[in-house]
Nanobody, 123 residues
Framework: QVQLVESGGGAVQIGGSLTLSCAVS????????MGWFRRAPEKDHEFVAV???????YYGDSVKGRFTISRDNAKNTVYLQMNSLKEDDTAVYYC?????????????????WGQGTPVTVSS
């Protein structure tokens, strides 16, 4: 059984930083693509970032230059470093895994999801 467990969310001031982590078990981690998505109240899932099994990365337009996705295959963990946070970044953040390792930005293309971790950015 594949499990994804996010951590690192919380409350932060505008302009601050947070690092989210997502630990994966039950699957050969190095073979999967890992994505981060977020969902703000009354909105659909928004693509944040993805890292493929090859290490290629893509970012959503709203986070480019501020967020960095990375992975540690030895620890079966993917990270999302978030800098220069804005109020619009407030959402529940989810990590997701795609088994074939290909990095896509569409949430329905992912096979497994974590339970989400909330991030609140305020003044």
């Amino acid at each position: 059984q594949v499990q994804l467990v996010e951590s690192g969310g919380g409350a932060v001031q505008i302009g601050g930083s947070l690092t989210l982590s997502c630990a994966v078990s039950g699957r050969t981690f190095s073979n999967v693509a890992m994505g981060w998505f977020r969902r703000a109240p009354e909105k659909d899932h928004e693509f944040v970032a993805v890292i493929g099994s090859s290490g290629v990365t893509y970012y959503g337009d709203s986070v480019k230059g501020r967020f960095t996705i990375s992975r540690d295959n030895a620890k079966n963990t993917v990270y999302l470093q978030m800098n220069s946070l804005k109020e619009d970044d407030t959402a529940v953040y989810y990590c997701a895994a795609r088994g074939d390792g290909r990095p896509y930005s569409l949430p329905f293309l992912y096979d497994y999801w974590g339970q989400g971790t909330p991030v609140t950015v305020s003044s």
